[in-house]
């Protein structure tokens, strides 16, 4: 085909789109040609070895950047150690369930129920990602990988806090931090403005201040995470990415407000036989998914860091633990009585709720189920993660309203 020059006007570059064909056998051979010549094709085998080495020499260089990242924080921050094992320990969305929802939710019902959403499906991605990608961490990486054959690998040191079980990428800590703090960030900014939305002087400087801080935790969560030697630079960055982008992606979803006991059984049913299907299709195909415990047992300094508690399945079942509890929490008789005395008595009833619901579960927390017996510990922890918005949302809230209807009735 051929774009000729219209009679009249200037002329034009003549552009040529595809071979001329005409009714000739030997033009349809040539124009046949010409097509499959552009068609994809399969790699052959040794092209596809080929790329493999070259993509497994680019993970390997990723993954010695991150290893002299981490020899270098622990050579010139050794000093700084507990901190580092601080901000770790804070990162974990155990203290999301058991000290940011209970504030939240007691003074911003809406805030508090996104709260759990954010980090529950957060979580559950991370898991399936995690599945995926096949990441690896730098404590067990650094032993079992032959790239440094010809020279002496960095020491790396380990902490209590070091020998997670699970695949490194992305950083479940990095991911649950950065979603977490983006919901409460946003939320008091969205106070801030108020219904007038109105954006005053106050407000930018306060929307500087707290995004400064945000910025601040995410990178202390990140080096923190590099610096005990539980996952490589990239693997943090990518958490970080992905938690925002859930929280941000849950600023637009409602229906989560307003949520029947049903809708929560079915989402939970969803994410618990999507994980479980999942599992099983891989070990079908030969793929095990729990290739990184035998690592964390293999490589781990001491065998005591080894904890079941960070092994995918007890994540799993924690995480919707929490979210069955919450659908049942705000569903319960309890509730619905106990949101009469927060529109009566605004303050001193919701600080009440708050001080009680926190030193109640620091007490819950202190139960540890008992480790011997894996499906045992599966079920408790499912129970006791179930527990924690049920007392949070329900109990705690019914009681003290039914304690001050007594005192009311008494003062009478």
């Not at 069955?324 to 001193?348: D, T, V």
């Not at 139960?367 to 079920?379: A, R, T, V």
Request: overall charge positive.
């Amino acid at each position: 085909m051929f774009v000729t020059t219209p009679p009249g006007d200037a002329p034009l570059a003549k552009v040529v789109l595809g071979p001329k064909i005409s009714a000739g056998t030997s033009d349809l051979t040539a124009a046949n040609t010409s097509l499959q010549s552009i068609k994809p094709r399969w790699l052959s085998h040794a092209e596809g070895l080929q790329l493999q080495r070259r993509m497994e020499a680019g993970m390997n260089l990723l993954h010695d950047a991150g290893i002299q990242a981490t020899h270098w924080l622990q050579e010139n921050f050794q000093g700084s150690q507990d901190w580092f094992l601080f901000i770790s320990s804070a990162a974990d969305l155990r203290n999301t369930f058991f000290v940011f929802f209970p504030i939240w939710f007691h003074f911003s019902e809406l805030v508090g129920i996104r709260l759990i959403w954010v980090a529950v499906i957060g979580d559950w991605l991370n898991l399936v990602f995690k599945w995926i990608l096949f990441g690896e961490r730098p404590y067990w990486w650094v032993h079992e990988t032959d790239y440094y054959s010809n020279t002496s690998a960095p020491e790396i040191q380990q902490f209590p806090l070091t020998c997670e079980t699970g695949p490194g990428s992305p950083s479940g800590h990095a991911m649950g931090a950065a979603g977490v703090y983006y919901v409460m960030v946003t939320a008091l900014l969205s106070a801030a403005m108020g219904k007038k939305q109105s954006r005053t002087l106050k407000y930018w400087v306060l929307w500087m201040v707290l995004w400064t801080g945000f910025w601040a935790v995410q990178v202390c969560v990140c080096l923190s995470r590099v610096f005990i030697a539980a996952h490589f630079p990239h693997q943090v960055i990518a958490g970080v990415i992905s938690g925002m982008a859930v929280a941000k992606t849950f600023q637009h979803v409602r229906y989560i407000y307003h949520a029947s006991l049903r809708q929560y059984l079915g989402i939970t049913f969803f994410l618990f036989s999507f994980a479980m299907g999942f599992y099983l299709l891989l070990r079908v195909l030969g793929v095990d998914l729990l290739w990184t415990l035998d690592r964390a047992q293999r490589w781990c300094a001491h065998p005591e860091w080894v904890h079941i508690d960070t092994t995918p399945f007890a994540s799993l079942l924690r995480n919707l633990g929490i979210l069955f509890g919450l659908g049942l929490a705000l569903n319960s008789h309890m509730y619905q009585e106990s949101c009469r005395w927060k529109q009566g008595q605004q303050l001193p009833f919701r600080l009440g709720c708050v001080t009680a619901s926190l030193l109640i579960l620091h007490l819950f927390d202190a139960f540890k189920p008992p480790s011997h017996m894996q499906l045992l510990f599966y079920i408790l922890s499912f129970c006791k993660s179930a527990a924690v918005p049920l007392a949070t949302v329900g109990l705690i809230p019914y009681c003290i309203s039914q304690l001050l209807v007594t005192q009311d009735k008494k003062a009478a």
